[in-house]
């Protein structure tokens, strides 16, 4: 069993950064690859970006290209979100995933079929 916990999030002013952080319960957190989910209100869930368990892979979803920064830090059992130049569409509640399964498509297909969940922490972008 994988327990994730997200933190981070908050309110932030349009242009602005935040860093979000997951800490995984995991005996083999480095056999996982990590990932991050986003959902709007009144919006399906969303792929934001996930990492390979060496960081050799990453992935993002198309609308946070360019701003968002995944990255993971084996040692700590932590995997981060950078984001920058926040927009208001990018408020939501963000989702920390893990999955211990090859390839990417529990992460890129529909609304993400992902083996672990966090409970998700709010962000918030003002205009």
């Known amino acids: 069993q994988v327990q994730l916990v997200e933190s981070g999030g908050g309110l932030v002013q349009a242009g602005g950064s935040l860093r979000l952080s997951c800490a995984a319960s995991a005996p083999t957190f480095s056999t996982y690859t990590m990932g991050w989910f986003r959902q709007a209100p009144g919006a399906e869930r969303e792929f934001v970006a996930a990492?390979?368990?060496?960081?050799?892979?990453?992935y993002y979803g198309d609308s946070v290209k360019g701003r968002f920064t995944i990255s993971r830090d084996n040692a700590k059992d932590t995997v981060y979100l950078q984001m920058n130049s926040l927009r208001p569409e990018d408020t939501a509640v963000y989702y920390c995933?893990?999955?211990?399964?090859?390839?990417?498509?529990?992460?890129?297909?529909?609304?993400?079929?992902?083996?672990?969940w966090g409970q998700g922490t709010q962000v918030t972008v003002s205009s």
């Open positions: 995933a893990a999955d211990g399964r090859k390839g990417w498509s529990a992460w890129t297909t529909g609304r993400g079929y992902v083996e672990y």
């Open positions: 990492i390979s368990w060496s960081g050799g892979s990453i």
